[in-house]
């Protein structure tokens, strides 16, 4: 074991010294058009806790907090078009989407969870980079002056009054109702300060957060706290909690808040690791 443990390190050594990385072959790589993305500085910015908060058994506003990323995130500039989801479904690695045979322009819709998280796993193999979905944390901190705030203004303070909330929910409903939910071509709602479009459009966007649900005390200290990964944070005009095999938004399977319009999705590029660190990784996978 230790001859061999030698004999890796030796191998990995000669390596770094003449550029040759130990990675798996990538001869399917395909040529492709160039993704757009928007690399976004660290900054600190208020960020309200996804989830559902409970406090003597009522629903109240999850926290809002002071907080700051750690590093730059870089994420497309546009959704996923149908004509690049189509792309994955041709290399038999996608579900077709329920927006197939729709312009091409247009941002697919129709995909659930488990679909973008296909579509990136496709995608960083072609491109032998690393695409994900972002965390609603990094959805938030992206979409700007666009993120769509889910407090329900003076909920906690209504305790006399529990019917206040339903009445927010109605008043939401009833502007939903009233808005053209049809998914439009890209760039269609422009662009915002850090130069992503269509952030809070009519497509809402699959992030890779689980749903939470968490109980405070009198204080609104958290006593229980309690995580599903079976549903995702959808963010768009408002957030949106939904099961991750679901494709349409109205199909009755939102797990909380006012379902989404249409489902889609974007996704954040990760810096390359370096070629210390891949050739590790190539060794120990054998």
């Given at each position: 074991?230790k001859?061999?443990?030698?004999?890796?390190?030796?191998?990995?050594?000669?390596?770094?010294?003449?550029?040759?990385a130990?990675?798996?072959?990538?001869?399917?790589?395909?040529?492709?058009?160039?993704?757009?993305?928007?690399?976004?500085?660290?900054?600190?910015?208020?960020?309200?806790?996804?989830?559902?908060?409970?406090?003597?058994?009522?629903?109240?506003?999850?926290?809002?907090?002071?907080?700051?990323l750690?590093?730059?995130?870089?994420?497309?500039?546009?959704?996923?078009?149908?004509?690049?989801?189509a792309?994955?479904?041709?290399?038999?690695?996608?579900?077709?989407a329920?927006?197939?045979?729709?312009?091409?322009?247009?941002?697919?819709?129709?995909?659930?969870?488990?679909?973008?998280v296909?579509?990136?796993?496709?995608?960083?193999?072609?491109?032998?980079?690393?695409?994900?979905?972002?965390?609603?944390?990094e959805?938030?901190?992206?979409?700007?002056?666009?993120?769509?705030?889910?407090?329900?203004?003076?909920?906690?303070?209504?305790?006399?009054?529990?019917?206040a909330?339903?009445?927010?929910?109605y008043?939401?409903?009833?502007?939903?109702?009233?808005?053209?939910?049809?998914?439009?071509?890209?760039?269609?709602?422009?662009?915002?300060?850090?130069?992503?479009?269509?952030?809070?459009?009519?497509?809402?966007?699959?992030?890779?957060?689980?749903?939470?649900?968490?109980?405070?005390?009198?204080?609104?200290?958290?006593?229980?706290?309690?995580?599903?990964?079976?549903?995702?944070?959808?963010?768009?005009?408002?957030?949106?909690?939904?099961?991750?095999?679901?494709?349409?938004?109205?199909?009755g399977?939102?797990?909380?808040?006012?379902?989404?319009?249409?489902?889609?999705?974007?996704?954040?590029?990760?810096?390359?690791?370096?070629?210390?660190?891949?050739?590790?990784?190539?060794?120990?996978?054998?």
């Amino acid at each position: 074991m230790k001859l061999q443990t030698a004999t890796a390190v030796v191998v990995a050594a000669s390596a770094l010294a003449t550029g040759i990385a130990l990675l798996p072959r990538i001869d399917r790589m395909a040529p492709r058009a160039a993704i757009e993305t928007v690399s976004i500085k660290p900054a600190s910015f208020a960020y309200r806790r996804p989830g559902e908060f409970l406090k003597a058994g009522r629903t109240i506003d999850g926290p809002r907090l002071e907080t700051r990323l750690q590093r730059p995130v870089e994420i497309m500039t546009y959704q996923v078009s149908v004509a690049e989801y189509a792309a994955c479904v041709a290399d038999g690695a996608c579900q077709p989407a329920d927006s197939s045979g729709a312009a091409n322009n247009l941002p697919v819709t129709g995909v659930s969870y488990l679909d973008a998280v296909t579509y990136a796993d496709w995608l960083s193999a072609k491109t032998g980079e690393s695409w994900r979905l972002p965390t609603d944390e990094e959805w938030s901190f992206a979409a700007a002056e666009r993120f769509g705030d889910d407090v329900l203004t003076g909920v906690e303070d209504e305790a006399s009054n529990p019917a206040a909330r339903w009445i927010a929910a109605y008043r939401e409903y009833n502007a939903r109702e009233a808005r053209d939910a049809t998914p439009k071509a890209r760039g269609h709602f422009g662009k915002n300060s850090h130069g992503l479009h269509d952030m809070a459009g009519s497509v809402w966007e699959w992030t890779s957060t689980c749903y939470t649900r968490t109980h405070v005390d009198a204080a609104g200290e958290p006593t229980q706290r309690i995580e599903n990964c079976g549903v995702r944070v959808t963010s768009g005009r408002h957030r949106g909690y939904m099961t991750n095999f679901l494709r349409d938004g109205k199909s009755g399977g939102c797990a909380a808040g006012m379902a989404p319009d249409n489902l889609g999705f974007r996704l954040v590029k990760d810096p390359a690791p370096s070629l210390a660190r891949r050739l590790w990784r190539g060794i120990a996978r054998g």
